[in-house]
């Protein structure tokens, strides 16, 4: 199937932002963050390429990504097929990332970054004339969590979501966003529209919990809607990820490190960008199984992330509800205001 992939924006990093919000908020800095994959297991080898510049981005104020998600709504209210009130659901997603960029939104993505490079033979340094397979690897990510509906307008259905802390239900996801890194040269890059396969076999070197509040919106006439959510690091492998003042987030006390899923849309029918109903149906997840429905679908998604290590309250609400005033560059299709919960 010939679909349109989400694109979202993941910042590991960047930009001073003011706040609006009572004059004790301080301001969120987030700015040139560190990826460091030399001492992974993975066994990534930049070859005649420098191993540096191939496995050690900096720089990095976004990361840009596609993602297929699975939703399904408990419909234990009113068991009629659609969102109601008090209704929870769960969603669970596999992406891959396609580019970083700075600050300046100049691509600072590594050649070896989602390919794999083969050097012919007659261009090898050593002159042995035998072609080279340069380690490619890329990046992924999971999430699954769970969210309750708490208004129905018409057909627009707001909803917020639920830490794992504060739901228990039969339907309970993980309540986690997890982060990989994989060396493709054998083959295995992630394939997400068709099984969902090698999402996660890399190697993980992030967990984040999902925080309750935040939400958005779901038109559930039409198949489409946005979303915000913040997630909260839980564990980060030791030398991999590193803040623009060079510490290592892995040995990192204190203030909370979050990430903001602001400006998100998502869609059921992403082939047609007017709004087709429940129609998206690939491997992933079984969708092609399915009978899919307003309480049973899966769709794309784009959007952003943003990471903070000082997002004090009410800061973080004034933060997230703006959207980041839009930064990021994310295509927006449909954007609704959730109701104030």
């Given at each position: 199937m010939d679909t349109k992939i989400l694109r979202d924006t993941l910042l590991l990093g960047a930009i001073s932002v003011g706040l609006i919000a009572p004059a004790q908020a301080t301001t969120l800095l987030l700015n040139d963050?560190?990826?460091?994959?030399?001492?992974?297991?993975?066994?990534?080898?930049?070859?005649?390429?420098s191993t540096e510049q191939q496995h050690i981005v900096t720089d990095i104020s976004q990361i840009t990504f596609l993602s297929v998600f699975h939703s399904v709504t408990s419909d234990t209210v009113t068991a009629d097929g659609l969102p109601t009130v008090g209704e929870t659901f769960r969603v669970?997603?596999?992406?891959?990332?396609?580019?970083?960029?700075?600050?300046?939104?100049?691509?600072?993505?590594?050649?070896?970054?989602?390919?794999?490079?083969?050097?012919p033979g007659n261009t090898q340094a050593d002159g042995s004339g035998s072609a080279v397979a340069l380690d490619g690897w890329e990046f992924t990510f999971t999430f699954d969590i769970n969210g309750q509906y708490t208004n129905i307008d018409g057909q627009d259905a707001n909803f917020t979501h639920l830490s794992a802390a504060d739901y228990s239900g039969t339907d309970a996801g993980t309540g986690q966003l997890k982060l990989y890194i994989d060396n493709i040269t054998d083959g295995s890059e992630a394939t997400l529209n068709s099984l969902n396969q090698n999402v996660t076999n890399g190697t993980l070197i992030a967990t984040f919990d999902v925080r309750s509040g935040?939400?958005?919106?779901?038109?559930?006439?039409?198949?489409?809607?946005?979303?915000d959510a913040t997630f909260e690091l839980v564990s980060a492998l030791a030398g991999v990820l590193f803040d623009a003042d060079g510490n290592d987030l892995s040995l990192l006390t204190g203030d909370p490190i979050l990430i903001g899923v602001t400006d998100s849309n998502f869609?059921?029918?992403?082939?047609n960008p007017d709004g087709g109903g429940?129609?998206?149906?690939?491997?992933?997840?079984?969708?092609?199984?399915?009978?899919?429905?307003?309480i049973n679908f899966c769709g794309e998604e784009d959007g952003s992330f943003r990471i903070g290590t000082q997002i004090p309250e009410p800061a973080t609400i004034a933060l997230l509800g703006m959207g980041f005033l839009g930064l990021g560059g994310a295509a927006v299709r449909r954007?609704?205001?959730?109701?104030?919960?």
């Open positions: 963050w560190t990826l460091d994959l030399t001492g992974l297991a993975e066994g990534l080898d930049g070859g005649f390429l669970t997603a596999g992406g891959t990332g396609t580019d970083f960029f700075d600050a300046s939104n100049t691509n600072v993505s590594p050649t070896l970054f989602g390919s794999i490079l083969t050097i935040d939400g958005g919106v779901f038109d559930f006439g039409v198949g489409d809607g946005s979303d869609d059921a029918s992403p082939e429940f129609v998206f149906a690939p491997q992933a997840f079984e969708c092609n199984t399915l009978t899919l429905s307003a954007k609704r205001k959730a109701a104030t919960q």
